[in-house]
């Protein structure tokens, strides 16, 4: 007989019976996909960091990254700071003597980034040229050295280990340990480093999108700019210095000064004393009659350089470059100054010699056109010969 308000005896069992079994089952449910999320994180170990580092649909191109980059001047701090970047007091002295104030080296510093990065503090490339990274305004690179100082610079001026670790890992989380590892930071760089790093690019020598982007935060970072522009300012004094060697004092014009910092961003130096004492004596015991062919044997031998199959970065160029510099020939439009460095130029191209001297022509182009105030270099045309508007050759 059940009594009112209870559940019969056999009811409560069966419902005991049930709510045991329905917990069992949601404990082996659980069992069984703890044990499948335990399997699973191996893999996801192994994929997340390739879906982390997987490129875009499209890389953006170097003039896209140009629009945006920060650009090379004497820019604000990122919290607004008005001309930030410090200037060493003697540094500044001497190079007013070759008519470099604050404004001009800066001007000086633009114009270098230009042909360089497109005008950028940053600009990260990879090992198409065979120095595994070139970066910055000058395009310090592994492959020569230059850049292991630059990097060190950063590192230092942070004097505290947890400072640095701190900043870095906010910049480079992902490559920011090899970068600055010991043997990324020796010269040259050592085997594991080459290898890491090559590992970031593609087989066209192309970083990868995550390597872009952590070397453009580093070099654009304030601290950054500030060791490139330290960098920068010294390259200026050994500019300095070898203007006074080439050049009596008093006859430094800001052609000369142009025309020697974009010889020694590439090129590390002027002619040897030698070469250039030998050149001046052959153009002083010149006759007049040889002036002119003289210079433009100079133009064909850069014409025929740049037809060559191994020369890169002049194929839109050389054949505007070689009519303009004849016009300019034509119309008596070179002056004393411009030939004598047009032949310092045509000394120097010719010991270009980075990948077997692939870089030969393109080294004179941006020569010329500093020399000559026209020239194209890498499809940028600056000025044109007035041609038979200008006056007539006395």
């Not at 001297?357 to 010329?368: D, E, V």
Request: aromatic residues 8%; glycine residues 8%; hydrophobic residues 45%.
């Amino acid at each position: 007989m059940s009594v009112p308000g209870r559940t019969p005896f056999y009811s409560r069992k069966r419902e005991s019976i049930l709510k045991l079994s329905l917990r069992h089952r949601r404990q082996g449910l659980f069992d069984v996909t703890r044990r499948a999320i335990r399997r699973l994180l191996p893999v996801l170990g192994l994929l997340l960091p390739s879906l982390a580092l997987a490129a875009p649909a499209r890389a953006q191109t170097v003039e896209e990254i140009a629009q945006t980059c920060r650009r090379v001047g004497d820019v604000p701090s990122r919290e607004g700071a008005p001309q930030f970047i410090r200037i060493d007091a003697d540094a500044a002295a001497q190079l007013a003597q070759i008519g470099l104030d604050r404004a001009a080296i800066f001007d000086r510093m633009a114009e270098t980034a230009v042909p360089e990065t497109l005008g950028c503090w940053a600009m990260p490339t990879g090992n198409f040229d065979s120095q595994l990274i070139s970066v910055g305004m000058s395009q310090w690179n592994y492959g020569t050295g230059s850049l292991q100082p630059v990097l060190a610079a950063w590192r230092d001026g942070f004097r505290s280990r947890r400072r640095f670790h701190r900043a870095l890992a906010a910049l480079a989380p992902t490559y920011g340990a090899l970068l600055f590892s010991r043997d990324c930071l020796a010269v040259p760089v050592r085997e594991p480093c080459r290898a890491g790093i090559l590992t970031a690019q593609d087989e066209a020598g192309r970083l990868n999108p995550v390597m872009t982007a952590e070397l453009t935060a580093l070099f654009e970072s304030d601290a950054m700019l500030q060791v490139q522009a330290d960098a920068y300012v010294r390259l200026l004094l050994f500019v300095r210095g070898e203007l006074l060697r080439v050049f009596p004092p008093g006859q430094i014009t800001i052609r000369k000064v142009r025309w020697a910092i974009d010889t020694i961003v590439q090129q590390r130096q002027l002619p040897p004393d030698e070469d250039i004492a030998r050149l001046r004596a052959k153009l002083a015991a010149m006759p007049a009659a040889e002036r002119w062919p003289r210079l433009r044997a100079i133009f064909a031998w850069y014409e025929a350089l740049a037809r060559t199959i191994d020369q890169d970065g002049i194929v839109r160029d050389y054949q505007w470059n070689v009519e303009q510099w004849s016009c300019l020939i034509d119309w008596g439009l070179i002056d004393p100054e411009q030939y004598e460095l047009l032949h310092l130029t045509f000394l120097r191209s010719r010991t270009a010699i980075g990948n077997s001297g692939r870089w030969q022509a393109l080294t004179f182009s941006r020569r010329g056109r500093i020399i000559l105030g026209v020239g194209s270099v890498g499809g940028r045309r600056e000025g044109e010969c007035p041609g038979p508007h200008a006056a007539t050759r006395g």
